[in-house]
């Protein structure tokens, strides 16, 4: 699914401060969604927001690692962002 075809009421998976949690799309932007899930503790701070962006290019192409551990291809959103198993893309 394309992060521009998402609508609120969505449930998509991605990392919030590490963690891969469930959210619910609740907010549309222009270039990306928010989402609402259980509380991610970061320090001393708490999460239960995220917004999901298109990655930028440098972080599409060198974002990700390989099966060795070298730079490589990263997700087309930041954070990454999966719909029913499927990777987000834009």
Avoid: F
Avoid at 6 to 22: M, P
Avoid at 58 to 66: N, P, R
């Amino acid at each position: 699914m394309k992060l521009s075809e998402l609508k609120i009421g969505d449930e998509i998976t991605h990392y919030c401060s590490g963690k891969i949690v469930k959210g619910k799309v609740i907010e549309l932007h222009k270039n990306g969604v928010t989402t609402a899930h259980e509380p991610v503790q970061w320090g001393k701070d708490t999460y239960t927001n995220t917004r999901i962006n298109e990655s930028s290019e440098l972080q599409k192409k060198w974002g990700g690692k390989d099966e060795n551990g070298n730079p490589a291809k990263g997700a087309d959103t930041t954070p990454a962002a999966w719909y029913q198993g499927q990777a987000i893309t834009v």
